[in-house]
């Protein structure tokens, strides 16, 4: 199948950075989205990967792995507005779909 | 903001009744994609349509349907409505589907349904 795997909740503190996991099925790998979703809100895209490495954007960064069908978001400096969930989703060679995983909700604490 | 529009912002039907929602794609985009999220999950591909025509589908009945127009604005319409189609439907439009960072999704905000 094609399953994404994310925790489903973190917490971290205020300032500090977090780094929020996604594994997938790396067969027919064809491209990694990041989004976040506040409550009752749409997604919005924060990042694509699709060759390994880092891509960095401001405090957020992605990571893809496509060997180890592994990719992570890391957070810096951590501000309350960063509480949310987040999306990872992928794009399968196979079919063209985008499948996104059930989310990981981030709880920020002062 | 992403330019995407939905139409209408929230919904309540009963079962067994018909619903039509409505999105607008961002000025560019030619394909545009629907989702059914349900609370406390990731949303679930429905279907995706690029140029007027359904590009992939994802596990849901054929009671679910969708048109895209000439313009690319898109309509997803559920037939005969269940307790468990009670969710936020996303649409999300982009530019083709060849892969890459065109290929990224811009939503809309979304209609929640309610089916009693």
């Known amino acids: 199948g094609q399953n994404i795997d994310q925790p489903t909740e973190m917490t971290a503190t205020e300032g500090a950075i977090v780094q929020i996991n996604c594994t997938y099925q790396?067969?027919?790998?064809?491209?990694l989205f990041w989004y976040q979703q506040h409550a009752g809100e749409a997604p919005t895209f924060l990042s694509y990967?699709?060759?390994?490495g880092l891509e960095e954007k401001g405090r957020f960064s992605s990571f893809l792995s496509r060997s180890k069908g592994y990719s992570y978001l890391l957070l810096k400096e951590l501000q309350m507005k960063d509480s949310a969930s987040y999306l990872c989703a992928v794009k399968w060679r196979r079919d063209d779909k985008i499948i996104f995983g059930k989310g990981t909700r981030l709880h920020i604490l002062p | 903001e992403t330019g995407v529009t939905q139409s209408p912002t929230h919904l309540i039907k009963t079962r067994g009744q018909q619903v039509t929602l409505r999105c607008s794609s961002q000025?560019?985009?030619?394909?545009v994609s629907w989702y059914q999220q349900a609370l406390g999950q990731g949303p679930q591909f429905i279907f995706q349509y690029y140029r007027e025509e359904e590009n992939g589908r994802g596990n849901f009945p054929p009671r679910f349907s969708g048109l895209q127009f000439p313009n690319y604005s898109s309509e997803l319409n559920v037939n005969a409505l269940e307790l468990d189609d009670s969710a936020l439907y996303l649409c999300?439009?982009?530019?083709?589907?060849?892969?890459?960072?065109?290929?990224?999704?811009?939503f809309g905000p979304g209609t929640r349904l309610l089916v009693l």
């Open positions: 790396t067969s027919g790998f064809n491209g």
């Open positions: 999300a439009s982009s530019w083709g589907t060849s892969g890459g960072l065109e290929e990224t999704q811009y």
């Open positions: 000025s560019g985009h030619n394909t």
């Open positions: 990967n699709v060759l390994d």
